[in-house]
């Protein structure tokens, strides 16, 4: 079958930037779909993505489907004939239903009957005929929050679309997409080549348009090549630049030539917070921030311009003419929030609502300040610190930096704190508060930060939940996940030996009458469990793993996974099966028992062999195994739990445990119950079984 390379671009205003790269790669993936769906084979498909493109090579495309013979199952032979041979109406039907007689179907012969068939060959459709409905099928499920319409046209993109660009081999696919009429050409750049560009066969396209168009299409390429320079220049000036990828995939987006220029701003800037001068030439001006050996920020800056001028120092006056009031702005901020001292901001916080039922913003600070204290007095941390912090930590939200720049919370706090001269472990608690912000970001790494960061969080889970308005679905206005997330990380990663239970009994005590919801806090603990369960799968523990230790409800974290780790290693154990069957065959038993069973075995009323011998040893393990509980060695002690096995395999082979004597049943029930109850002193066994 013959097969030629397929050129598509869809020609638009600018594409948002933020978005450009989710466009491309879900137009491949729509686009490739298509091609499977209609039979249609191709070879490597390439994507191309720029401010005003979206475009797709693909190779070796078919040129029309396979033929395929078309097999339709019918009613089977018995149904479809009368006993004098005549066609059923259910033959008759299908005949018509597939455009044919009953005498022209065929039959089919199987383990489960014969039946009439339908076969027909059906002859595969040109991909030109095909390609004009995937290519519309592929736009229409981009992934577009809200699309728009543009002058008279009915249509609808994310932006107004100028050209459409589609070529199989030689030819053009004839079709109409946007309201845009398919051809063969191409625009290059804006400014420096507007013109249009004729593609004469599709494996040139990129060349061309970047060689006469002024345009570098692939967005990867496109990337390196400002990586390259923004490295280059950074080291001519003698400095490192801040590349972060969000920044740079953007700076991707919107540039289709990029050019690098430099520009500077005056030192004294450098007086003002170094965050907030990267943030508003990140965020605001999509510049790449330079630093010295040192890792200090520099007066330099970096900027990509979409267009290759004789000129560049224009640009960069530029840029620096718009810069420059900005980082004015951040330095004015920073000189006026100093002549006041955040603790001067605590009265205000009571005009700012947290949330209704909860109260203010203050509320919430004296909540935290003494849940801060608490969890201070649990972790080694020093109490008046955690609550000097707790009551300072909200304080950086009414100065002028934060609220012109958002981000700049907990950071402008730290450095207000060192500026009026408080302790600079409260400094850095002030900014270790809000960590960690994201999945994978650090964690408060100083004992007053951690105390603070763990208040917060457990107040605002118990708050939430105390009032009604836990998440649902993708709901979660309060950021509920990540608290949770947060809390669950802090205290793994920094090994806290501090009880969850009391750690939320405390805040649903300083939160009091404003809770309404009287299961709020089994509720918070369910939703850190469920939290904390995903975690560990994703680290390799099983579900049935965390159930089992779950199940006896470890007071820490710690001491959770210590006996996760031990029942991990008791799985590998030969006896470990045969254990916990018979745990789950123990707890089945004494799950339907409807006698009393006595706390105690009575060695007198053991008649068995197999039952004197299980009490025996069951007694000799307590006697080594309970040093071992109490030195939390779990690992060791269900290891010695292991040599059970023998004992507990005999006892059912040889007992009875449902007897007619009351007593006796009693007893035996007590038995098993006492041997459960020590292998529950690490985990629920039983559960480990399917």
């Known amino acids: 079958m013959s097969a030629q390379d397929l050129i598509f671009e869809l020609g638009t205003e600018e594409l948002p930037p933020v978005a450009l790269k989710k466009l491309s790669a879900a137009l491949e993936s729509e686009f490739i779909a298509g091609l499977k769906n209609a039979g249609l084979e191709h070879g490597k498909v390439i994507s191309y993505a720029a401010p005003r493109r979206l475009a797709l090579l693909v190779e070796g495309l078919a040129t029309r489907q396979p033929d395929r013979r078309m097999e339709k199952r019918g009613p089977a032979v018995q149904a479809a004939f009368d006993a004098d041979g005549k066609p059923t109406r259910a033959a008759e039907g299908f005949a018509r239903s597939c455009g044919t007689t009953v005498e022209q179907l ?343 930060g951690i105390a603070l960061s763990l208040a917060e969080k457990a107040d605002t889970l118990m708050g939430i939940f105390g009032i009604g308005m836990k998440p649902t679905g993708d709901k979660d206005p309060f950021a509920l996940r990540r608290a949770a997330l947060g809390l669950l990380r802090i205290v793994r990663e920094h090994s806290l030996a501090i009880e969850l239970d009391a750690l939320l009994a405390e805040a649903e005590t300083a939160l009091g009458e404003r809770l309404k919801n009287g299961d709020a806090r089994a509720q918070v603990k369910l939703f850190l469990m469920e939290r904390l369960k995903v975690m560990l799968a994703d680290e390799g523990v099983y579900g049935r793993l965390f159930e089992a230790v779950a199940a006896v409800q470890p007071a820490t974290l710690p001491d959770l996974e210590a006996r996760i780790q031990a029942v991990q290693a008791f799985m590998t154990l030969p006896e470990a099966e045969s254990l916990a069957a018979a745990n789950k065959r123990i707890r089945n038993i004494l799950k339907k028992a409807k006698d009393a069973i006595p706390e105690s075995v009575d060695a007198g009323m053991l008649r068995e062999d197999a039952e004197k011998a299980l009490f025996q040893t069951l007694e000799e393990m307590r006697q080594k195994v309970e040093p071992l509980l109490a030195e939390r060695d779990y690992g060791a002690a269900l290891k010695a739990l292991s040599g059970l096995r023998d004992a507990v395999d005999r006892f059912f082979d040889d007992v009875m445990v449902n007897v007619d004597d009351a007593a006796l049943r009693a007893n035996r029930l007590a038995l098993l119950r006492n041997l459960s109850g020590l292998f529950l002193r690490v985990a629920d066994i039983s559960l480990l079984q399917q």
Not at 343 to 367: A, P
Not at 368 to 397: F, N, P, Y
Request: net charge negative; aromatic share 8%; glycine share 6%.
């Open 106 to 448: 065929g039959r089919m012969k199987t383990d489960k009957g014969e039946w009439l068939v339908y076969q027909v060959e059906e002859k595969g459709r040109p991909a030109a005929e095909l390609l004009p409905e995937i290519a519309e099928t592929a736009l229409n499920r981009l992934p577009i929050p809200k699309r728009m319409r543009w002058g008279s046209s009915e249509a609808q993109f994310v932006r107004p679309v100028h050209w459409l660009l589609f070529r199989h081999g030689d030819d053009i696919v004839p079709c109409t997409l946007l309201d845009a009429e398919a051809g063969t050409v191409t625009h290059g750049h804006r400014f420096h080549h507007p013109e249009a560009i004729e593609i004469r066969t599709p494996a040139e396209y990129a060349d061309r348009l970047e060689s006469e168009g002024k345009v570098i299409a692939h967005f990867a390429t496109r990337r390196q090549n400002i990586k390259g320079q923004v490295e280059k220049v950074a080291e001519t000036l003698g400095g490192r630049a801040d590349m972060d990828d969000a920044l740079l995939d953007e700076v991707t987006a919107l540039n289709e030539w990029p050019v690098a220029i430099t520009g500077s701003f005056e030192e004294r800037f450098l007086e003002v917070p170094p965050e907030a001068l990267i943030l508003t030439m990140k965020k605001n001006q999509k510049y790449f921030p330079l630093f010295d050996g040192d890792g200090r920020l520099m007066n330099h800056f970096i900027t990509i311009a979409n267009i290759d001028s004789p000129r560049p120092e224009v640009i960069a006056e530029g840029n620096e003419r718009v810069i420059r009031p900005r980082l004015a702005d951040a330095m004015f901020f920073w000189e006026q929030d100093g002549r006041q001292k955040l603790e001067d901001h605590i009265e205000s916080l009571k005009t700012v609502v947290f949330q209704k039922d909860l109260g203010s913003m203050y509320d919430k600070t004296l909540r935290v300040a003494a849940l801060a204290r608490w969890i201070a007095a649990r972790t080694g941390a020093d109490e008046s610190l955690a609550e000097r912090a707790a009551m300072l930590s909200r304080c950086d939200l009414m100065t002028h930096m934060v609220g012109e720049f958002a981000d700049m919370q907990g950071i402008m706090g730290r450095y207000q704190a060192l500026r009026d001269g408080e302790p600079e472990e409260v400094a850095l608690a002030l900014e270790e508060f809000y960590l960690p912000r994201y999945s994978g970001d650090r964690l408060p790494a100083t004992p007053t």
